[in-house]
């Protein structure tokens, strides 16, 4: 997804000999690779770390969670050093071979026994703990993928569209559409081979070549896509939104002392030329100090423009800033969803102590299971979109079927109902084992399909089709179009945050159902442990944020009365909504 800033298209140099079908490869291979490579590590980890590094299960997700917040929240930094200083190849260059180092840091603690604590094949209690350098090694590999995806997700899109994108071609916009669609489909098909080939070589074949094969094609990655260099067209730095939003904010801080002009008074604050926008909203008025006119002490050009942003700001720039904070109320309630559909680690340990035979003696590994999750967001996204949608359209009177707030809210709701599922699921697993008087070994398989798992994912991969692109679609809405890379930052950032709290939510359970000598409702014994209690909390908390956000549906004015027009453009919200919504669609 593009997180760096659409500024950057308007200062592109397009060389008729760079850029064009030929860099393709090259650009859809690189996404490609990170995706399986990263995929493929990632959701299988929890048996790496609770099998090979004796951590706890509880330890182990919380790791996985953090892991995973920081993969989430780099990307907006990502995006912020390509628009302002090095660019998008540069950064997407860098994130390459970061990747590749932190994946070859990986598979060493694999490959070498001395990297990790001594195989044990007692209960994870008994067995030695990783020590000081074993786990410098292991976080290290987790930093520099993060790290290195931080550089290629926010960037990879939007330089392939660099390559194609030239405003003089009548078919441009086809072009670009085309390149869109095979770069999501791409995407799409590489977390699949992640998850079916990359989890069964690691199940099937051991964790060495587990590792080795996503380091194998990270590298085939990173030779093809320097090997290009000389193809792509590369777009310079500019200016990013971050900078200014702090802008606006250390310039008000500044003129806090001023009063502001008279409402509807001309020539009363700095706009850019020939925009619509001459004065700011009146909401958040403490903001629009940052763009009173005055006089400065060499802030302003001759003609009365600004030269020195940290001076004086223009009220496109206020406006911006006011944009994204009317939005984060609604931004809020996706954290929670984000805690739920994370929830990827304890199903997995589920799932291994199930029965998961399906032709003869054939066993699934659990990490197969998440497919369901994909399968049924993306037939629910072709199918909504092809189908219902028209038909929607005819009642509600709403381009997209069903308005963004209802998609969202609809994800809520759902998410509620899949982590009641997986409550109910466990309960049964649990009291099944028991009664087979497999309480004291949490290893035996019960007499139980594996597949008693799989309508909680495919609730899971619903509730994120509604919630998701609900959610995109309403930042594109309600953002100026110059901010539709900020929408998708949003997006990412309450990713990141979710997987912090779901980390916090494990800790807190952990701690707090040992007390009087009692096994740890998340305990490494699953038959001992209450799973099913721990669900219960998450379905009791998703309850409150839907509540939490049908109160601010209803009562909090989190978008202003205003419609947002983008300057010079004169592009209404209402025209820039259907052609985001059609482009973000295509992503899930």
């Known amino acids: 997804m593009e997180l760096c800033s659409d500024s950057m298209t308007t200062v592109q140099q397009v060389s008729k000999r760079k850029g064009g079908l030929i860099t393709m490869p090259f650009i859809i291979a690189n996404e490609a690779f990170e995706r399986v490579a990263s995929v493929g590590l990632h959701i299988n980890m929890i048996l790496y770390l609770t099998g090979e590094y004796h951590f706890d299960n509880a330890t182990g997700a919380s790791i996985l969670f953090w892991w995973a917040a920081i993969s989430n929240f780099l990307p907006t930094f990502g995006a912020f050093l390509s628009d302002s200083y090095l660019g998008r190849f540069r950064v997407i260059a860098l994130g390459t071979v970061v990747s590749l180092l932190g994946q070859a840091a990986l598979w060493l603690t694999a490959l070498l026994p001395e990297a990790r604590p001594p195989h044990c094949p007692h209960y994870p209690d008994n067995c030695a703990k990783p020590n000081a350098g074993q786990l410098a090694l292991l976080f290290s590999a987790f930093a520099l993928m993060s790290i290195g995806a931080g550089g290629i997700r926010p960037c990879s899109l939007a330089f392939g569209a660099d390559q194609f994108d030239n405003p003089e071609n009548p078919k441009n916009q086809r072009i670009l559409q085309s390149f869109f669609n095979w770069y999501y489909a791409s995407v799409a098909i590489s977390v699949i081979i992640a998850i079916i080939v990359i989890v069964y070589i690691q199940n099937k074949l051991g964790w060495v070549l587990g590792f080795g094969v996503p380091v194998a094609l990270m590298l085939v990655s990173t030779i093809t896509f320097l ?40 020539g009363g604050y700095h706009h850019e030329k020939g925009s619509n926008l001459v004065s700011p909203t009146e909401k958040l008025r403490f903001f629009n100090k940052a763009c009173i006119a005055r006089n400065l002490d060499g802030g302003l050009e001759a003609d009365g423009s600004i030269w020195d942003p940290w001076k004086a700001c223009t009220v496109e720039q206020v406006e911006n800033l006011k944009a994204l904070i009317k939005v984060l109320p609604i931004w809020s309630t996706s954290i929670m969803i984000a805690v739920t559909i994370s929830q990827n680690s304890f199903p997995l340990l ?43 359209a005819k009642y509600t009177k709403h381009k997209r079927g069903l308005s963004f707030e209802l998609r969202i809210g609809t994800g809520l709701f759902l998410s509620c109902l899949a982590t009641g599922m997986a409550a109910a699921v466990e ?21 139980m399909s594996v597949f008693w798992l799989a309508p909680q994912y495919c609730m899971t991969g619903l509730a994120e089709a509604f919630n998701a692109i609900g959610q995109i679609e309403f930042y594109y809405a309600h953002f100026p179009k110059s901010m539709a890379s900020i929408g998708v930052a949003l997006f990412a950032l309450g ?50 944020n839907f509540f ?7 009562f909090v004015d989190c978008y202003g009365e205003e419609k947002f027009r983008d300057n010079n453009e004169g592009e209404c919200m209402e025209e820039k909504e259907e052609a985001s919504a059609k482009s973000v669609s295509n992503v899930f």
């Open 427 to 447: 309960r049964t697993r649990r009291n099944r084992a028991i009664s087979l008087g497999l309480a004291e070994n949490p290893l035996s398989v019960v007499n």
């Open 350 to 392: 589920q799932a291994g102590t199930m029965d998961r035979r399906i032709i003869g003696n054939f066993k699934i590994p659990p990490a197969w299971l998440y497919v369901f999750a994909v399968l049924t967001m993306g037939i629910w996204v072709a199918i909504y979109d092809r189908i219902l949608v028209p038909w929607l």
């Open 548 to 554: 939490y956000f049908i109160f601010l549906y209803l």
């Open 495 to 544: 990713l990141a945050v979710g997987n912090l709290v779901a980390s916090l939510i494990v800790l807190i359970v952990d701690h707090a159902s040992k007390t009087d000598g009692k096994p740890s409702w998340v305990s490494n014994n699953l038959n001992e442990g209450h799973y099913d209690y721990y669900y219960w909390v998450l379905c009791l908390l998703s309850f409150v």
């Open 227 to 266: 090997l290009g260099s000389k193809l792509y067209v590369v777009v310079k730095a500019n200016k990013s939104l971050m900078t200014g939003f702090a802008q606006v904010l250390v310039v008000a801080w500044k003129n806090k002392h001023l009063a502001l002009p008279p409402k509807n008074s001309d």
